[in-house]
C-alpha cells in the first residue's frame, strides 16, 4: 500500500483531487460528441443551430450572423477537418449528426431552429427525421435530400464505395494539383469573386481524407422518404442558377414527400446563395427564422 511522507497527507491528496478534477474536465472538453465539430456561440435568445457547407467554417455565415445574433442565439459549427478543426476518424457524417443531437441535449437547447448550407442543409434534414421533436424550424440553403441523384442517371439510393478510382486519385494529388482542380470548381459554385478566394482557401486547407471520404458519406445519404418523417416546417432558399425552371423541378421532385414546405429562389446566384445575393438572402432569413 502506498504511503505518503509524513505531514504531506493533505498536501498530497488535495492534489490528487486537483489531478482527478482536471482529468475528468479533459474528458469532458474531449468527448466523442464535441470533437466532431468545434461550435462558436453568439447572442442571446431563441438557439439557431448554424452548420456549413462542405468544406467550409462557420465563417460562412459571418454575415447572417452579425444580424441574427441580434435577436437569436447563435451556435456556429465548423465541422471536424475543416478550418482549424482537427479530422476524426469515420464514420464522418454519421458522428456530426450523433454529436449534435448530444450537444442539444447536454446544453438543454430548448427547440433550436436548424439552418444549413448544402450539406448542413442536407445534415439538417437527417437530424429532424430521426429526431423529429427536437427542433423547431429548418431553413435549408441550396440543398438536397438526395445529393447523388444530381449526378448519378436514374439513382436508386445504391451506395457509393469508399475505395474507388476517383477517391484514389484525389488522395493522391499533390497540394498543387489540388489547389487548381478547386480554383476550377469554386466559381461554378459561387459568382462573387472576392469571395471566391476564401472559399477556395477552405478547400486547400481541408484535411483531404475527411474532404474525399466526407463527400461519399453526403453522396450516399438518401433522405428522399425519410423527410416524410419530419413533423416541422422547412424553408428552402434556393439558387436560380443555371436554370430555375429546371431547379424548381428537382426540388419539387426531392422534396415530394416532405409534409410542410416552402420555396424561395434567389435569381442570379449559384450555389452560395449567401454570398451572391446577401441582401435577398437576409431578407429572407428576418422573415423566415422563428
Not at 74 to 87: E, K, L, R, S, Y
Not at 152 to 163: L, T, V
Not at 201 to 225: C, H, P
Request: proline share 6%.
Amino acid at each position: 500500500m502506498a504511503m505518503y511522507p509524513k505531514g504531506n497527507f493533505k498536501t498530497n491528496a488535495m492534489k490528487t483531487t486537483a489531478f482527478i478534477f482536471f482529468f475528468l474536465v479533459i474528458s469532458v472538453l474531449t468527448s466523442p460528441a464535441q470533437s466532431a465539430f468545434q461550435v462558436v456561440v453568439k447572442g442571446k435568445g431563441h438557439p439557431i443551430l448554424l452548420f456549413p457547407g462542405f468544406g467550409c467554417t462557420g465563417e460562412v455565415w459571418d454575415d447572417a450572423v452579425a444580424e441574427l445574433s441580434k435577436t437569436h442565439q447563435c451556435h456556429i459549427f465548423t465541422f471536424a477537418g475543416f478550418g482549424n478543426v482537427a479530422p476524426i476518424e469515420g464514420p464522418w457524417l454519421a458522428k456530426i449528426k450523433e454529436g449534435i443531437i448530444a450537444y442539444v441535449k447536454e446544453k438543454k437547447l430548448k427547440k433550436p431552429t436548424l439552418l444549413g448550407h448544402s450539406l448542413g442543409g442536407t445534415l439538417s434534414l437527417w437530424l429532424a427525421s430521426v429526431e423529429p421533436d427536437l427542433f423547431t424550424k429548418i431553413i435549408v440553403v441550396d440543398a438536397l435530400p438526395a445529393s447523388a441523384a444530381l449526378m448519378i442517371p436514374n439513382y436508386k439510393g445504391e451506395p457509393i464505395a469508399y475505395d474507388n478510382p476517383q477517391n484514389k486519385m484525389m488522395l493522391g494529388m499533390d497540394s498543387a494539383s489540388f489547389a487548381a482542380m478547386n480554383a476550377q470548381t469554386v466559381p461554378y459554385m459561387c459568382k462573387n469573386v472576392e469571395k471566391q478566394k476564401v472559399l477556395i482557401d477552405w478547400m486547400n486547407k481541408a484535411d483531404r481524407k475527411t474532404y474525399v471520404y466526407g463527400y461519399i458519406d453526403m453522396l450516399n445519404l438518401d433522405l428522399r422518404e425519410a423527410i416524410a418523417k419530419i413533423k416541422i416546417p422547412v424553408i428552402v432558399l434556393g439558387a436560380a442558377n443555371p436554370d430555375k425552371a429546371t431547379v424548381e423541378k428537382t426540388y419539387k421532385a426531392q422534396y415530394e414527400k416532405l409534409p410542410s414546405i416552402a420555396f424561395y429562389y434567389a435569381e442570379n446566384s449559384a450555389h452560395f446563395v449567401m454570398y451572391d445575393q446577401p441582401k435577398w438572402f437576409l431578407e429572407k432569413l428576418n422573415e423566415n427564422v422563428k
